[in-house]
Every structure is written in structure tokens, then in C-alpha cells.
């Protein structure tokens, strides 16, 4: 008798512990995002950003998953790293770390924006870089390959003697 009474007790708890799980699982937060919060970005501006990933208008951002938007940003050739956080169910709030702009070059053709980081990228005129050192350079007086060679000397040689003065 006593163990029929443990059975039917032990029963009931799998019972009651699947109802109260499937309800759980019914009132589970959705994460939706229907709001975009960009931080941290003095460079690259807001605007630029959602048009860079494809974000018009309220209807385009809940169709985009919060994976899928730090995938978007990232591609960015201007930003580093980004990470994102729900604040509510609705609020994405995303951190951009940017490159550090370094040197802008100037060529007959095409301006370049050489990074601390050492990238060689290709100047946009939407974004704030301002107040750079500015190099300039006939396009027919050097090819890309030594430009770049020659910009990663310039950079090495810069932060050697600005070790030295600190």
C-alpha cells in the first residue's frame, strides 16, 4: 500500500512539473527586434550603418534577426568588432568598436584611409574622418602594391619615433 502511494505521488509530480514547463514555454519571452540602438560610433554615422545593412524602415528591421544584424555590421570595412544585447524584448542595443583611422592617402583616382591597424580601405565620403595626416600620390607615379608597402613603412617608422617621445 505504501508503495502504491509512493507511485501515485511521484505520478503527480511528473504531471504537475509537465504542465507548469509547457506553460513556461507558452509565456517564454519572443526577442524581436523592433528597435535599433547603434553606440559607440563616431566614425562610421547612424544613417550610414542601417543603410549598409539594408534597414529602410520599421518593417525591414523586425524582419531581421539580432544575428543577423551584428553579421551585417560587421561587414563594415570601417568597424572592428560589435557585440549586441537585448535590453527588452523589443530593444537591440549594439556596440561598435571602429578602426582607428591612421593616415588619409590621396591618389589621382581613389582616396585611402590607412588604419592603426594597418588596413589599406578605401575613403568614404559619408563617414567623419577628419583631421588626419594626408599623403598624396599620382596615380601614375606608383602602383597600389609599393603604395601600400610604402604606407606600412610610414606607419612602422611613425610609431617607433612615437615611442620614443613618450
Known amino acids: 500500500m505504501r ?3 509512493i507511485y501515485i ?3 503527480l509530480f511528473l504531471i504537475i512539473n509537465g504542465l507548469m514547463i509547457s506553460t513556461a514555454k507558452k509565456y517564454e519571452p519572443k526577442y524581436v527586434v523592433k528597435n535599433l540602438v547603434i553606440t559607440n560610433n563616431q566614425i562610421i554615422p547612424t544613417d550610414v550603418l542601417l543603410e549598409f545593412i539594408n534597414v529602410k524602415d520599421k518593417e525591414t528591421l523586425t524582419s531581421l534577426t539580432a544575428e543577423m544584424i551584428i553579421d551585417r555590421i560587421g561587414k563594415h570595412p570601417y568597424v572592428k568588432n560589435v557585440e549586441g544585447v537585448f535590453v527588452d524584448s523589443t530593444t537591440y542595443v549594439v556596440s561598435v568598436k571602429e578602426v582607428e583611422p591612421f593616415l ?11 588604419t592603426k591597424e594597418k588596413k589599406l580601405i578605401p575613403e568614404d565620403p559619408n563617414l567623419n574622418v ?4 594626408v599623403v598624396t600620390f599620382s ?3 606608383i ?3 609599393k603604395l601600400k608597402a610604402n604606407m606600412l613603412m610610414l606607419y612602422s617608422i611613425h610609431f617607433k619615433i612615437y615611442i620614443v617621445q613618450i
Not at 577628419?130 to 595626416?133: A, E, G, I
Open 9 to 11: 505521488v511521484l505520478v
Open 139 to 141: 596615380s601614375t607615379q
Open 104 to 114: 588619409l592617402i590621396m591618389t589621382d583616382n581613389q582616396n585611402y584611409v590607412l
Open 3 to 5: 508503495k502504491l502511494w
Open 130 to 133: 577628419l583631421d588626419l595626416p
Open 143 to 145: 602602383d597600389y602594391n
